[in-house]
């Protein structure tokens, strides 16, 4: 029991049922088919990665996470979890407080929604409460803008278990799986790495430099012959929607891994995983949402860089640096590992911290744009910028999976082998 207590201190549960449970608890409800987004987080919900929330919210708490950046109990919670449905559908197809309604995606039941509570919110005030902004061009503001004019609250649990296609079935682990995992490693401290982005050296040396800062002071474990350390890094690789131009998700995961396989990381220190989230690009709130939900994952510690989950000019440089000390002590379990950048200096020779090398002058950052035109002519990066593994992994990826481009293209919008189906109910 205590090795499964996520966010709020409470039980990480999996709220599913089973195949002949499912079967006859679905008889003769009214169905919504739902979109990518909810069936997202439905699937996040089912399994705990949004402990300690077990459904949908209710205005009170959306109200309250709006306004205080917490639920009505007192947990701290920064982006609300709706369910949005068109108030034509809820007339035409009769759904009330007390319904359980069953949702399907792509044709096929995911999971059941008891209606506890029907509302309307300003979507404006939400956008500005979470987001900080109203502005269309932030992805955020456009996405709350694209819900549907009702919501409704309520306990949500799967009646079917998604499945995940290949390369992304090896990665998909729920939080309780997780924990166990960390559990055989022997990991006592996890530092989580939130990612979208294939790895170039920065972020190697980002995600080494933050497994020093949480293994700190942990005792080695072991003779000299067998050290073991007992901490890890966890890559979290996020899997939402995509948009032309972002790297496809296949070559994400698998040049993480490809760290990994190239032994830039010991086996024991290191795992890549996929959670499912449409980043809402908050900032310093979406940094706290990522600590919960690595929280709930089993991780000690997380690393925030320059700029997390930020987009345009929006947030400060290190906003989601500062918002963790304005947290009530104790209100969250894992540490913040805060890091500047890493950068490549000449005078060093090597990969270097910002905030230790001296040669402002001579330094050269890391420019993700550089990195995509270069891989983008095909052209292979030094491999002080990038790893020749990752690279080649790259360009797989692209010919397997991404109909010749490492970047999303339309053809592979409209083309992939998507992420997970929902089967048909047995
Ligand atoms: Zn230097």
Request: proline fraction near 6%; charged fraction near 25%; include cysteine.
């Amino acid at each position: 029991m205590m090795d499964f207590i996520g966010h709020g201190g409470k039980e990480i549960k999996e709220r599913i049922l089973s195949p002949g449970e499912a079967k006859k608890k679905i008889k003769n409800l009214v169905s919504v088919e739902i979109s990518g987004r909810i069936a997202r987080e439905c699937i996040d919900l089912g399994y705990g990665f949004f402990t300690p929330l077990e459904g949908f919210m209710g205005k009170a708490d959306v109200d309250s996470v709006c306004k205080k950046m917490s639920l009505t109990d007192g947990t701290i919670w920064p982006i609300p979890i709706v369910f949005d449905i068109s108030s034509q559908e809820i007339k035409e197809k009769g759904i009330k407080v007390g319904d359980t309604i069953v949702l399907t995606h792509t044709g096929n039941p995911l999971a059941i929604l008891e209606v506890e509570e029907i509302f309307s919110y300003d979507k404006d005030e939400m956008a500005q409460a979470v987001l900080g902004t109203t502005d269309t061009k932030h992805p955020g503001v456009r996405m709350i803008g694209r819900m549907q004019d009702t919501f409704i609250g309520g306990k949500v649990t799967l009646v079917n278990k998604p499945q995940f296609n290949p390369p992304f079935d090896r990665f998909f682990y729920t939080p309780r799986q997780l924990r166990k995992e960390f559990k055989k490693r022997g990991w006592v401290r996890i530092v989580a790495h939130q990612t979208r982005n294939v790895p170039h050296t920065g972020h190697e040396w980002l995600m080494k430099g933050a497994w020093f800062c949480a293994h700190g002071d942990a005792p080695v474990i072991g003779n000299k012959d067998e050290i073991k350390l007992g901490t890890g890094v966890l890559v979290n690789c996020i899997i939402g929607p995509k948009r032309t131009g972002d790297y496809i998700d296949e070559a994400i995961l698998l040049a993480h891994q490809a760290l990994h396989d190239g032994r830039y990381f010991r086996d024991d220190v290191h795992m890549v995983s996929i959670t499912c989230w449409d980043m809402r690009y908050a900032g310093p709130k979406e940094a706290i949402f990522h600590a919960i939900l690595r929280t709930n994952l089993g991780c000690t510690h997380h690393m925030f860089g320059r700029d997390h989950a930020g987009v345009g000019d929006y947030y400060g440089t290190y906003d989601a640096h500062r918002i963790f000390d304005q947290l009530p002590p104790g209100s969250l379990k894992i540490k913040p590992v805060r890091v500047l950048e890493w950068w490549y200096c000449p005078v060093c020779a090597e990969v270097t911290y910002s905030g230790l090398c001296g040669h402002t002058k001579e330094r050269q950052k890391f420019s993700g744009t550089l990195i995509r035109s270069i891989i983008k002519d095909g052209v292979k990066p030094t491999r002080v910028i990038m790893r020749p593994e990752v690279f080649d992994v790259v360009m797989e990826c692209a010919e397997k999976y991404g109909f010749g481009s490492p970047f999303c293209t339309e053809e592979y919008l409209l083309k992939r082998n998507p992420v997970f189906v929902v089967p048909p109910l047995g």
